[in-house]
C-alpha cells in the first residue's frame, strides 16, 4: 500500500512539473476542441411528461465531442466489506482504478449521447472483496418535423449501490456528467448493501409530437431490471408507460401527465401497479438555471391471488440546477412508490441529492455531493435509511489533468441491515486528454 502511494504522488508531482513548464499546445483546426473562451448553450428541450428531468441545455464545450480520461486514487477506509461485526470494523487499503468516456455528437435533427464509467477496487486486507464497476448510459434522438424519437438505455453493474457516484469513487475530483432519469424508470437500489455484485438496467422509448410550437403531447415505455448476482435479495421487474400534454408560455412550462409502473419479483410472489398523476411546472433561463418541480398522487393496487388492496400515496419531483462561471449547484428531490431497494417489496422512497462545486482560485476548486435515502415498506412494516457525503479539494495541474484530496461517509440506518457504516480518505489523480471533434 505504501508504495502504491509513493507512485502515486511521484506521478502527481511529474505531471505538476510538466503542467507548470509546458505551454499548452495550439489547437489544430477541426481536430480537437479547445476554446478558451466560456461556452455557450443552447436550449435543450425535454418534454416535462418524459422520461428526463430538465437541464439549462446543451454547452458548446460538451457537443460533438469525444472526451476520454482515466483516474487512479489511493485510500483508506475504515470498513472494508462495508457491513459491521459487532462493534468492531475492519480497515483497508483501497486503490481504484477507471476509465470514463464521453461522446456527444449533435447535428440539426439527430442527438447522440454516450458516457461510460468503469474500473475496479483492489483492497489490501483481503482479495476476496475486490470488485469491478461500470455504468453505461445511451441515448439517441431524432427529429422529424412535428415528431421527436428518443431511445435509451442505463446500465449499471457494482457492489456498492452509490461506488459509482463520483462524490464516493473520487471525493474531490469534478463531477464527470451523466443522465438525469425521472423516478420510476430506472430501479431504485439505495442500499449500501455487503459487497454483493447487482446488475441495473433500463431501456426507454419515447415520442413527442408537437400541436403547435408550444403545445406538445410525449408517450413513453421503459423497462427495468434489478438483479443480485447472489441470493438473499429481492430481484425486480418493472413496467413503466405514461403520457402527457405539455404547454409552454416563455420561460415556464406547465405539464399534465399520467403514468402506470407494475412491479414483480423473481423470488418473491408479490406484483403491484403504480397509478401516477402529476402536475409539473418548470422554469429555464438557458445556460443559467432551471427549475422543476411536481406533484400528484400515486395509487397502489394490488391484486394477485388472495391479495386485494388499494392504497394512497402522494407523490413528488423537485430539481434545481445553477451555474455561474465559478460555481455550480445541483439539487435534486423525489417521493415515488419504488421496488424497495432489493430489501422489500415496494416501497415508499423519499430521496434527496445535492451537488456543489466551487472554484476558490484559477486552478483549485472545492466540491461536495451527497445523498440521502428514506425507504419504508409499502406491504411490510420495515425499511431502512441510507446517507452518503463526499467533499475535497482539487487543483488543476494542467487543462487536462487534476489532484484531488477528499473524505466520504456511508451509513445506514432502519429495520434492514441497520449500523454499516464506512469512512474513507482519498488521493486521486485524473490524466484528461483533448476532446476530440467530431464532424
Known amino acids: 500500500m505504501k508504495r502504491i502511494v509513493i507512485i502515486l504522488l511521484s506521478v502527481m508531482a511529474v505531471t505538476a512539473a510538466m503542467g507548470q513548464t509546458q505551454a499548452p499546445a495550439p489547437a489544430v483546426s477541426g481536430t480537437v476542441q479547445d476554446s478558451p473562451t466560456a461556452p455557450t448553450y443552447v436550449q435543450n428541450d425535454k418534454p416535462l411528461s418524459g422520461v428526463e428531468y430538465q437541464d439549462i441545455g446543451l454547452s458548446s464545450a460538451s457537443r460533438n465531442i469525444f472526451s476520454p480520461s482515466f483516474t487512479m486514487s489511493s485510500g483508506w477506509v475504515s470498513n472494508a466489506p462495508r457491513l459491521a461485526k459487532g462493534s468492531s470494523y475492519e480497515g483497508s487499503g483501497l486503490t481504484s482504478l477507471s476509465a470514463n468516456l464521453i461522446l456527444n455528437r449533435d447535428s440539426k435533427n439527430n442527438q447522440t449521447s454516450l458516457s461510460y464509467t468503469g474500473g475496479g477496487q483492489i483492497y489490501t486486507a483481503d482479495s476476496g472483496l475486490d470488485a469491478q464497476f461500470h455504468a453505461l448510459n445511451v441515448s439517441e434522438q431524432y427529429i422529424a418535423g ?43 437500489e439505495s442500499l449500501i448493501g455487503q459487497n454483493i455484485a447487482r446488475i441495473n438496467n433500463s431501456s426507454s422509448g419515447q415520442f413527442t409530437y408537437g400541436f403547435s410550437r408550444k403545445t406538445t403531447f410525449t408517450g413513453n415505455f421503459s423497462y427495468g431490471l434489478l438483479h443480485y448476482i447472489d441470493a438473499g435479495f429481492l430481484n425486480s421487474n418493472q413496467w413503466n408507460a405514461g403520457g402527457g400534454l405539455d404547454h409552454r408560455f416563455g420561460r415556464n412550462s406547465v405539464g399534465f401527465n399520467y403514468s402506470l409502473t407494475r412491479f414483480s419479483y423473481d423470488n418473491y410472489f408479490e406484483q403491484f401497479d403504480s397509478h401516477n398523476v402529476q402536475v409539473v411546472f418548470s422554469r429555464v433561463l438557458t445556460g443559467r438555471w432551471s427549475f422543476q418541480a411536481g406533484g400528484g398522487p400515486s395509487f397502489v393496487v394490488t391484486n394477485f391471488g388472495p391479495i386485494s388492496d388499494k392504497k394512497v400515496y402522494g407523490g413528488a419531483t423537485a430539481g434545481f440546477r445553477y451555474h455561474r462561471n465559478n460555481s455550480d449547484i445541483g439539487i435534486r428531490y423525489s417521493r415515488a412508490v419504488t421496488n424497495g431497494a432489493g430489501v422489500v417489496p415496494g416501497a415508499i422512497t423519499d430521496s434527496i441529492g445535492v451537488d456543489l462545486s466551487r472554484k476558490l482560485s484559477r486552478s483549485v476548486s472545492a466540491n461536495l455531493g451527497g445523498g440521502y435515502a428514506r425507504n419504508s415498506g409499502i406491504y411490510v412494516n420495515s425499511g431502512f435509511n441510507t446517507f452518503y457525503v463526499g467533499t475535497g479539494l482539487s487543483h488543476d495541474l494542467g487543462r487536462y489533468s487534476t489532484a484531488s484530496i477528499g473524505y466520504s461517509l456511508q451509513r445506514q440506518t432502519g429495520s434492514n441491515y441497520a449500523g454499516l457504516i464506512n469512512q474513507g480518505v482519498t488521493v486521486s489523480l485524473r490524466w484528461g486528454f483533448r476532446p476530440i471533434v467530431l464532424h
Open 146 to 188: 412535428r415528431w421527436t424519437f428518443l431511445v435509451a438505455d442505463a446500465l449499471t453493474y457494482q457492489n456498492d449501490a452509490f461506488i459509482t457516484a463520483p462524490a464516493l469513487l473520487a471525493p474531490g475530483l469534478p463531477g464527470i456528467g451523466g443522465f438525469g432519469y425521472k423516478p420510476g424508470v430506472v430501479p431504485d
